[in-house]
């Protein structure tokens, strides 16, 4: 890959290129960067630029040979660890070798996408992946053999904080101490859910989320769109690349998630005294609950990020709010006021321990009957704000 098809991010990309240009290379590095942001292409490029002798900040001018094998990311000496699971494909003992083929097809399809397109793609997103201790036994095996090509060996471990503590502490000691030329390359949204001895071992790079310009720039370039319209929305992506593509498409879970939302909200307005509007709630919580757990907790990631926008909105933050509902009979305005400082932290609260039991595989559907409740309390608690103030 090209760094300059890796969108923005130029300090990191100059940082990293004169890094390898030096013969200052860190042996393991941390690329911690929100969804879309482009961790993931990083990576790539910069695997490319050390093992291909590039030179000059591009992917060009080195090894041609080598250069042509990223085409396909086949290159012998880089490997890849990412979180996996059972499938009809892989019965048991799943590791990252046996869905090498999947994984090809997300990097050239999807480079900027997330957990939950891998897991689509992999047809396993009812069920919780993640990087277990066969997978360490795997990165142990492989980066003991001599390199192919004599220089470098590069291993990518996306979304490192899928981890378990198993596989974590086999790779300790390997990360701290690797075989000579051998570098780690962890990649991770949360970089708090990667243990500290695993951390403290890395060098960190932070990526910030994309700006606007640079979303809307791509988006007319690699879509051929109206600059007015890519700039809408790259404006609704909000620093996120993966979401604007989905947004070119329609093909965005949040279309989806943002019925489930309007229905639960208008449910939950109406059972306070209700009955038939709980039986609504439950009979929500079973559709919701029979969907896999992966798209469960991405739901409630949106229901928190909408609360966080409708409270900006009330707050009169109006620059900050980049979400437009796509519902024509629910408007973010009228919401809004229903959210404001007597709720919103408790409201917070509820849905993130919500994903907590969901991730530990609690029963779904009491969970989110017991959140939707719950919400119908929070919903009508009146702000304790000074008129005027909201």
Known sequence: MLFSEVLGQKHIKSHLTTSVDNGRIAHAQLFVGPEGSGTLPM?????????CKNR????????????????????????????????????????????????RQLLDQQPYGNLFDWYRLLGTDNKQGQIGVDEAFEIVKSLSLKSYEGGYKVMIIWMAEKMNTACANKLLKLIEEPPEQTIFILIAEDEEQIINTIRSRCQVLHFP???EDVISEALVRNY??????ASKIAHQADGNYNKACDLIYQDSEDIQFEKWFVF?????????????????????????????RETQKKFLGFCLSYFRQALLLNYKAEELVYLEPKSEDFKLEKFAPFIHEANIMDISQE??????????NGNSKIILTDLSIKLTRLLH????????LN
């Open 381 to 388: 608690k009146k702000s304790q704000a000074k008129p005027g």
């Open 351 to 360: 849905l993130q321990d919500a994903i907590y039991h969901i991730e530990r």
């Open 224 to 229: 051929h769109i109206e600059a007015s319209i």
């Open 264 to 292: 639960w909200i208008r449910s939950a307005f109406k059972a306070k005294g209700n009955k038939g509007a709980i039986h609504d709630l439950i009979s929500w919580s079973e559709e919701i609950a029979k969907t896999g």
């Open 43 to 51: 990576a790539l490029a910069y695997a490319q630029y050390m093992l």
């Open 56 to 103: 000059n900040g591009e992917n060009t001018g080195g090894n041609e040979a080598c250069n042509l094998k990223f085409k396909n990311y086949s290159h012998p000496d880089l490997h890849f660890a990412f979180p996996v699971t059972t499938s009809d494909k892989v019965k048991s003992k799943p590791v990252s070798n046996f869905y090498l083929e999947e994984w």
């Open 209 to 211: 989320p994309l700006a």
